[in-house]
């Protein structure tokens, strides 16, 4: 077979019409397209497209008015006998996602269109993909290699990532059943449940990209016809998100701030729109839409981890209720604050007493549900052992997993080790090798270094570990391979490899055949505190259920493998007996 071609031709309608006479690939011929801008800008602009007449194309590109003020300047078309339709939506896809996740470019696409359908031979096709990215990056499109780009957040929370099946469905009827709201005027609340990896945040992050899209779409601009959201840009749904108010509430500060680096980097979002519960209580003008990720996370009312939180709690409560109502929550807050709520909820995250109680949850579930506003994601997206292992490891910490049960991990690099500095030896290996490999552990240790640098806070088998020196964006941190995540520096995000030290705070007794917990072994001090506000004190029946979702949390992040090391000599028996059963099936 031919191998593909990367031909190259100015911006310019001129040199255009000069190219097509060349070849009948030029005007009849499925092709793949890069249009990329001065890059002397201080934000240059990238489009890609796919077509079967390539002059054509770029004619109706030439008279839109946004590609000319964008400053795009050269035009790389990609030519291969092999191509089909499928074969280019494919490769179009691709091209958009690294590009985004490169960042060096702003990629002004919208996201309808982004695939990821099967075809025949299509690993065959891919293949050649990377062949294309190498050639496309000895020209100055792509800065960085392939590993590093997947690697990255601007990867892996972008806008532009393809949909799972399930995810698309969700994505659909959520938009359908929000016009139908904005168009009766009524307001709604929608949920969206899954487990770890399931892609909430990716979905979260979707919508907002997409309905930006919808809301200042032109009718002369593209949009990918075949998409599932292509009905959903018509002038009667643009109408209703005129003058639309949106943001995307996260819990988190850290993935907060990394996500605020997505939306700095993609057209029609700003990282105003990305915002911290406080700042949704503070606004001064209400919002059309807020999605709120993680919100297992949002707080009731307890202690804050500042003076000034606590008493912005009260100001809130005081200027959105008239007094400092107890009862009222951050969620709250949300739908005062909103006429349409879209609310991406897993219970089994919650990790702090301060989270939302899980009768609240439930009962806001239910009642999704009843209005016929709940969805579930089922596809497992992160974690290549699939939703078996997500499920199995749930249930191990719940003790509903016999010795004998196992699942089918495939490919996936499970091992348990019974020596920290191996463990860490191997993690660090792994780094090396794929990048994104990293310590995360239970809070059993004291933060020392924080205020003490030089000193080590984990001391286990010789080896002697710090804390993570920065809670914002620890992962890709400096010298984040050298150091230990928390809970907190790591939920929302992805690893390739996680190495999970279960500390001496969760430990299991094989006679009584039950968990039990050290509360004193538990260093997070707002983990364990009680609601003296609320009056409500946490049981250590309480507390295991939070470090019961912390392990599960972090057993989950690692997409190509995970590593587990575990205090307790009890709960280590246990716990290598189910692993390793599952490692020899």
């Keep these: 077979m031919t191998p593909f071609s990367i031909e190259q031709v100015a911006f310019e309608a001129g ?47 030439l008279g839109n ?52 359908a099967d075809y025949y031979d299509r690993e065959l096709y891919r293949e050649s993909f990377r062949d294309v990215f190498e050639q496309l990056r000895r020209e100055g499109v792509f800065e960085r290699s392939i590993p590093e780009i997947e690697n990255s957040d601007l990867f892996k929370l972008s806008p532009f990532k393809s949909l799972s099946h399930d995810q698309a469905i969700a994505a659909e009827d959520i938009l359908d059943g929000l016009f139908e709201d904005l168009d009766a005027a009524k307001p709604s609340t929608t949920v969206i449940q899954g487990a770890p990896g399931t892609g909430k945040t990716i979905v979260a992050i979707f919508l907002m990209k997409l309905l930006a899209d919808i809301r200042d779409h032109d009718e002369a601009a593209d949009i990918e016809h075949d998409s599932i959201f292509a009905d959903l840009f018509v002038p009667e749904n643009r109408g209703l998100l005129r003058d ?73 409560n005081e200027r959105l209720f008239g007094a400092d109502d107890l009862t ?24 702090r007493p301060a989270d939302l109680p899980s ?24 974690v290549k052992a699939g939703a078996d292992y997500v499920d199995y490891v749930r249930r191990m ?19 348990f080790f019974d020596d920290l500095g191996q463990m860490r030896r191997e993690v660090i290996a792994r780094d090396a090798d794929a990048g994104l490999a990293r310590l995360v552990a239970g809070y059993a240790w004291d933060w020392v270094s924080r205020h003490a640098p030089a000193a080590f806070d984990i001391e286990l088998d010789g080896v002697r570990l710090r804390w993570n020196s920065t809670d914002k964006d620890w992962i890709n941190a400096k010298n984040s391979i050298n150091e230990v995540g928390s809970i907190h520096t790591v939920q929302g995000y992805d690893l390739n490899y996680a190495g999970v030290i279960i500390g001496p705070e969760f430990g299991y007794d094989p006679v009584a055949g039950r968990f039990f917990i050290d509360r004193d072994a538990y260093r997070d001090k707002k983990g364990k505190e009680n609601s003296k506000k609320l009056r409500r ?32 000599p009890g709960l280590r028996e246990y716990v290598r007996e189910r692993l390793m059963r599952m490692v020899q099936r």
């Design 397 to 415: 910490l719940r003790g509903e997993v016999a010795v004998d049960e196992a699942v089918d991990l495939g490919e996936y690099d499970l091992r």
């Design 15 to 61: 040199d255009v019409s000069a190219w097509g006479g060349r070849s009948v690939r030029h005007t009849n011929w499925p092709v793949v397209y890069v249009i990329d801008g001065d890059r002397r800008r201080t934000t240059p602009a990238v489009y890609v497209g796919e077509t079967v007449n390539a002059v054509a194309r770029m004619h109706q590109h």
């Design 244 to 316: 639309f108010t949106m943001g995307l509430v996260i819990p988190q500060q850290s993935l907060r701030d990394s996500i605020r680096k997505v939306f700095k980097k993609t057209p029609k979002l700003n990282p105003k729109m990305v915002l911290s519960p406080f700042d949704v209580g503070k606004s001064a003008a209400r919002f059309d839409l807020l999605i709120v990720d993680e919100t297992h996370r949002l707080n009731q009312r307890a202690n804050q981890s500042s003076g000034v939180l606590n008493r912005d709690f009260i100001r809130i």
């Design 537 to 568: 004190r946490y049981t250590d029946d309480d507390l295991l259920q939070y470090i019961r979702n912390i392990y599960g949390v972090l057993l989950t992040r690692g997409m190509l493998g995970t590593y587990v090391y575990v205090c307790d």
């Design 65 to 116: 008015p946004e590609k000319r003020d964008a400053g795009l300047q050269s035009i790389r078309v990609v030519i291969d006998d092999r191509f089909n339709k499928s074969v280019c939506l494919d490769l179009e896809s691709h091209l958009i996602r690294w590009l985004a996740g490169d960042g060096r470019f702003t990629v002004l696409n919208g996201n309808e269109g982004i695939t990821d």
């Design 328 to 351: 009222k929550t951050q969620l709250d807050w949300i739908t005062t604050q909103s006429e349409h709520q879209i609310l991406l909820i897993d219970g089994e995250q919650s990790v």
């Design 359 to 382: 009768d609240l949850l439930h009962e806001v579930v239910q009642g999704a549900a009843s209005r016929h506003r709940r969805y579930l994601l089922t596809t497992q997206m992160r």
